[in-house]
C-alpha cells in the first residue's frame, strides 16, 4: 500500500515530461558481482525501456520500504552502497516510524521527513512535494 502511494505519486510527478522513468522493482547491476534491488528507482528516459540493467547509470532516486525486518539492512548497508554507486539520493520509507530518511551523496544522512517531503531533481521544472501523511494513511501506530 505504501509502495504503491509513493510510486504512483513518483510516476504522476515524472510522467508529463517524460525525462524519467520510475519502475518497481527496480534493478542496480553492474557486472561482475553487484546486484541491488531497490523496491523503486527512477532513471533516466535516456535508457529506453527494456535495456539491460547493466547498461543502465545515472540514477536519480532509489527508494526501500523497510518493515522491522530490513530497516537495519536497508539503513547500514543498502544506503550506502546506492550513494556510493552514483545514486543521486535514496529514501528509506520507515513503516515502523511513519517517516522518510532521506540521504543524499556528500549531505547528512537519513535527514528525517515525517509530514511531507519536497523532490527536486534539476532535470525537472517544479519540485514534487508529497504528503506523508496520506502516504502512511491507514498504517496505525507502531
Known amino acids: ?22 519502475t ?18 527512477v532513471f533516466p528516459s535516456s535508457y529506453p525501456l527494456g535495456t539491460p540493467w547493466t547498461r543502465i547509470a545515472g540514477w536519480w532516486l532509489a527508494v526501500e520500504v ?24 535514496v529514501w528509506l520509507v520507515d513503516l515502523q516510524d511513519q517517516q522518510v530518511l532521506i540521504s543524499r551523496a556528500d549531505q547528512p544522512q537519513d535527514v528525517p521527513h515525517r509530514a ?6 534539476p532535470e525537472m521544472p517544479a519540485p514534487l512535494r508529497i504528503d ?5 494513511e491507514g498504517l496505525g501506530r507502531g
Open 1 to 22: 500500500m505504501v509502495l504503491s502511494r509513493v510510486q504512483l505519486a513518483l510516476s504522476a510527478y515524472l510522467a508529463p515530461a517524460v525525462l524519467a522513468y520510475c
Open 116 to 121: 511531507s517531503l519536497l523532490w527536486h531533481p
Open 132 to 136: 506523508l501523511g496520506k502516504v502512511f
Open 66 to 89: 523497510s518493515g522491522r525486518a530490513s530497516r537495519v539492512y536497508d539503513r547500514d548497508f543498502k544506503r550506502d552502497a546506492y550513494l556510493a554507486l552514483g545514486v543521486r539520493e
Open 24 to 41: 518497481s522493482p527496480g534493478e542496480i547491476e553492474i557486472e561482475p558481482s553487484v546486484l541491488l534491488d531497490p523496491d523503486l528507482l
